[in-house]
């Protein structure tokens, strides 16, 4: 079953910051976030481990409630290199299948 | 480091017709699995592998078929192509843990008319 993101789209300003959710229905070990471009593959950003552990971007930050089983992805003082769409990958249960979301659009305009 | 590597970049099938999609990885990750993408449905797991000679399911597998006799090679097959079909594949593969990121290859574009 996908994770659930929101929102589906979002329009921001340069300078802005903005917030992108998911949540998931079963327990989760990881909570993997990447970006893909118009046109191009998906790109790793972070992955949130059960735990606490994170690795991941400089410059983007996310947390992860293992209870909830929600991820937020917070992208601070957006470039516009920041716009494309954003995935949440949940990984938990024991065949480590990787389920994405269906994503969030992020345009960042001048 | 050649990384993923999937074959063809775009393919136009007729409806009925047989092909497979070729996936490669030189990173000796045991993990590996095809996703399709599709407007508004994001990345949808089609099969996944966590070894060689071992596959299973993801959520969409009908329609498609997998095996996996090496560790770096991983092909898709259709094996009846439908338009339904019509969609961007990727192929991905990682380190057989879950906290571990996903390699992308750069996609294949099918339509089948």
């Known amino acids: 079953q996908q994770p659930v993101q929101s929102p589906q789209a979002v329009i921001l300003r340069e300078g802005e910051d903005a917030v992108i959710n998911c949540s998931s229905s079963?327990?989760?070990?990881?909570v993997h976030w990447y970006r893909q471009k118009h046109g191009e593959a998906p790109v790793f950003l972070m992955i949130l481990l059960k735990g606490g552990e994170q690795k991941g971007h400089d410059k983007i930050s996310a947390s992860f409630n293992e209870k909830k089983q929600q991820s937020s992805l917070y992208l601070t003082a957006s470039q516009l290199s920041y716009s494309g769409t954003y995935f949440c990958g949940t990984v938990g249960g024991a065949t480590n299948k990787l389920i994405f979301g269906t994503g969030t659009l992020l345009a960042v305009q001048p | 480091n050649a990384g993923v590597t999937q074959t063809p970049k775009f393919q136009v099938l007729k409806t009925g017709q047989s092909m497979t999609l070729q996936c490669a990885q030189d990173m000796n990750h045991e993990y590996m699995s095809w996703y399709r993408q599709d407007p508004g449905m994001g990345l949808r797991l089609i099969h996944y592998s966590v070894g060689a000679g071992i596959t299973d399911q993801g959520e969409v597998p009908n329609g498609y078929n997998v095996s996996r006799s090496t560790t770096e090679d991983f092909p898709l097959r259709l094996l009846s192509a439908a338009p339904s079909q019509t969609s961007v594949y990727f192929c991905?593969?990682?380190?057989?843990?879950?906290?571990?990121?996903?390699?992308f290859g750069q996609g294949t574009r099918l339509t089948v008319v």
């Open positions: 991905a593969s990682r380190i057989h843990v879950g906290g571990t990121e996903a390699f």
């Open positions: 079963k327990a989760l070990y990881s």
